[in-house]
């Protein structure tokens, strides 16, 4: 978002509450390991190259997709290389499925654990390539700002059955458990319900396919510290550990913010990536909110959050015998572990783990012999109850003598150097996540388009939102599309416009 403001000549001035940058993609360093906190699964090469290309004046808000000529501007900042297979998929009874851009291999890997459903999966494709299509080449870069443009673009959805729930609609596709996990489960990954998300999410799986699946050399963080120099060569700023505690208004119009410790410092805009819950009932007044209000804040469902372990060990050399860079390792229950987390918000007796290896691909993450780590665990937001710091060391203990006692990383408790691991205690308290949760108002059909929150506020002139929390949602390629989203209806309120001609008219 800062990039884009500061390539269209404004002056900048990121406020960061942590020590360095990054926000959830903070990176943790300890004893010669290094850690990604946060996201860790990199997709749509080419916004990032869109992003690391803007020029003084040239702020690239058109076209959507820019041409995809190679990764060079990228590479001056940091280097990007495809995993293969994307994800590995582990079953309990030791089978597995491995993902990947390659429609022979997957049509293979389907046919080796459930030949019953070779032929719903070809439909199941056909169906997701649509969705992807419609939802993603589209209609992802479109605000929504009213029903009236939702309305606009719900006959298309109905016809291609985009709205009912994903998982009832891969279920029609195929009859093997296995395969209805392993197509339905990557809403997970930006903190929606397979079992409640639109079938709409099926796009994800051509999102992955159309442009694989990336890993930055030294880590998220590597990636991070690129966009920091490129937003500093265009003259923007970055103050870390300023805290933001209040967005200051004059006659219902943005006019700077106060930090916590008193400071106020003035601005004709402000933008906050913040949670949607905390920017609106924190950061603003009560009076500046009509809207936005506590009736409305109260009713937002929150998306689950997560328990995550970083841990270092000892290397034996066989790791990548049966692990690969990314690892989903489902349960014995799918639906039923679901449930626990998001409906009825306990915490389950059985795992289900997204397990982060990335020393198969860059050994500069973890000192010589070792590994570095990451284990996740979805678990339920803190409007559960569930006292973590009494949770916290047992379920670590457990999360991890599962991975070694499952034959994942067999011998690791013994062969365990360094151990740290963060809750939703983390992410509410420390990323001022309401409640804890991990990932915004959770995508279900009523909180998706025009039902998530906006990037232009609807209470205070001059306020913007961007990321995860608003439109078009989590994960990293839509968070880089909602700062181009936001930066566009600054670049029109500002007069700065440079749509080509009726684009913005079609646009909305």
Known sequence: MAIRLAAMGLQVLVLEKLPGPGG????????????????????????????????????????????????????????????????????????????????????????RLAPEDLEGYRRFEAHAKALFQKGFLELGFTHFGSLLDLLKVTPDLLRLDAVRPLFGVVSRYFKNPKTRQIFSFEPLLIGGNPLQVPALYAMIHFVERRWGVHFAMGGTGALVRGLVRKLEELGGEIRYGAPVRRILTKGRRAVGVVLQDGEKLAADLVVSNADYVHTYGELLAPEDRTWNGDWRLKRTRLSMSLFVAYFGFRARGDEGERLRHHNVLFSHRYEGLLRDIFWRKVLPEDLAHYLHLPTLTDP?????????????????????????????????????????????????????????????????????????????????????????????????????????????????????????????????????????????????
């Not at 001056?76 to 995993?83: A, G």
């Open 24 to 111: 959830r993609a903070f990176v943790h360093r300890a004893e010669g390991f290094t850690f990604d906190m946060g996201p860790t699964v990199i997709t749509v090469p080419p916004f990032l190259e869109d992003l690391f290309a803007t020029a003084p004046g040239d702020p690239r808000l058109y076209p959507d997709f820019p041409e995809e000529e190679g990764l060079k501007h990228t590479e001056r900042y940091v280097k990007l290389i495809p995993l293969d297979p994307f994800y590995r998929l582990h079953f309990p009874d030791g089978t597995y499925f491995d993902y990947k851009d390659d429609p022979e291999h997957l049509e293979g890997e389907v046919a």
């Open 364 to 508: 500069s993450l973890a000192p010589p012999g070792h590994h570095a780590a990451y284990t996740l665990v979805p678990v339920p937001h803190n409007g559960s109850g569930l006292d973590w710091g009494r949770l916290g060391p047992e379920y670590l203990e457990k999360a991890l003598r599962y991975l070694d006692e499952a034959g994942y990383l067999p011998g690791l408790m013994d062969r365990l150097v360094y151990t740290h691991f963060i809750t939703p205690d983390y992410f509410q308290w420390t990323l001022n996540s309401h409640l804890g949760n991990a990932f915004g108002p959770e995508p279900v059909l009523w909180q998706t388009a025009s039902f998530r929150p906006k990037n232009r506020s609807e209470d205070v002139k001059g306020l913007y939102l961007v990321g995860q929390s608003y439109q078009p949602g989590a994960g990293l390629p839509s968070v880089m599309m909602s700062a181009k989203i936001t930066a566009r209806l600054i670049a029109h309120d500002l007069g700065l416009e440079k749509a080509p001609k009726g684009l913005l008219e079609a646009r909305g």
